[in-house]
């Protein structure tokens, strides 16, 4: 099978099918695409690299490829370059900026440009990257000086408000929070939120309920084993990351306390078996998906030669509050009526 048989089947040159295979835009790429598939050709990877210069790779660097979180955003980031005739190439930093600056230094020789969720806000990998000439694009997490770069974020802020709002609209004053890593975006910014909207309504927060975890279950679970021992225990805990609220549900399931009747928890960032679990998870849920689509439009775009200088785009996306079961008034006040415990928009 040859190019020249792809180029007849779809009526255009062999130079157009050509140009399509190397991601560029075209006249009737629906058609090629079709002809491609229809013919079952297989471009040489290798052939086309020497002639381009580009390996058609997009290397993706995660903090944590067991989050669920991360799939989703893959899964955004796959729907894109499936039909724009590139691969992914995933790897994983472990939260550890050592192991982040390896992966980077060697993916940078195969691919044409990586998506990055920085292990750290200090990091300076990002930083050879850029004088590497590889284009970058940040998710969900930036650096303390990125604002040369594409990113896609969310409203942490926002979110961690919305969180404590509806905490505080249930009638709990004593709220502990147990958050992710402060020199992290996502571990700072929520903290952030969270601590501003207490004040914003008056409500102080005692030092023992303002915990610092690492984004993991085993932390949500430990971290809160040690609010439960505390002499007075919060009745309502907002846990900063999808898995240290799976660590956190578990660890009062363990100790046999009623959710939400003894204490109310939400988290951040919903799960596909979050409205399963018992009881259901009360959540500040965002656009995952959309976020890898986003990122990876944005990192296509940058290896467009006439977008190669343009200014930084930084997008921040909203997020909503989905109210289900694992949150309530404290006990022995009043239950609000239905309406209040309704879904609320961003």
Request: hydrophobic share 40%.
């Amino acid at each position: 099978m040859t190019i020249h048989e792809v180029a007849a089947r779809a009526g255009v040159s062999p130079a157009t099918v050509s140009r399509f295979l190397r991601g560029q835009s075209v006249r009737s790429p629906e058609a090629i695409r079709a002809a491609v598939d229809e013919l079952g050709y297989w471009p040489s990877a290798a052939a086309q690299s020497l002639k381009s210069g580009r390996t058609h790779t997009i290397g993706v660097v995660v903090p944590d490829i067991t989050n669920p979180y991360f799939a989703a955003v893959v899964k955004g980031m796959e729907s894109v370059t499936r039909t724009e005739n590139y691969r992914i190439l995933l790897a994983n930093s472990d939260e550890s900026s050592e192991r982040e600056d390896h992966v980077l230094a060697d993916m940078a020789r195969r691919v044409d440009g990586v998506i990055l969720a920085p292990a750290t806000e200090r990091d300076q990998t990002p930083l050879k990257l850029r004088d590497s000439k590889v284009p970058l694009v940040f998710i969900d997490r930036d650096l303390m000086e990125g604002d040369e770069f594409d990113a896609v974020l969310v409203d942490n802020v926002d979110g961690a408000r919305q969180a404590v709002e509806h905490l505080l609209g249930l009638g709990h004053t004593r709220i502990a929070a147990i958050n992710g890593p402060p020199d992290t975006t996502p571990g700072r910014r929520r903290r952030e939120g969270f601590l501003a909207a207490l004040t914003a309504r008056g409500v102080g927060i005692a030092p023992e309920h303002d915990l610092i975890g690492d984004f993991r279950e085993s932390s949500g679970y430990q971290l809160t084993l040690s609010l439960l021992s505390l002499p007075e225990p919060p009745t309502a805990i907002f846990t900063a990351n999808n898995l240290m609220t799976l660590g956190a549900l578990k660890a009062l399931h363990d100790m046999r306390v009623d959710v939400p009747g003894r204490i109310s928890l939400i988290g951040f960032d919903d799960l596909d078996t979050g409205p399963l679990l018992r009881p259901p998870l009360t959540v500040i849920d965002r656009p995952m998906v959309e976020q890898g689509v986003l990122a990876m439009r944005l990192l296509l775009r940058r290896l467009d030669p006439q977008y190669v200088d343009d200014i930084p785009r930084r997008i921040v996306l909203g997020v909503k509050l989905i109210d289900r079961a694992s949150t309530a008034p404290p006990k022995g006040q009043h239950v609000p009526p239905p309406r209040a415990r309704k879904a609320r928009p961003a």
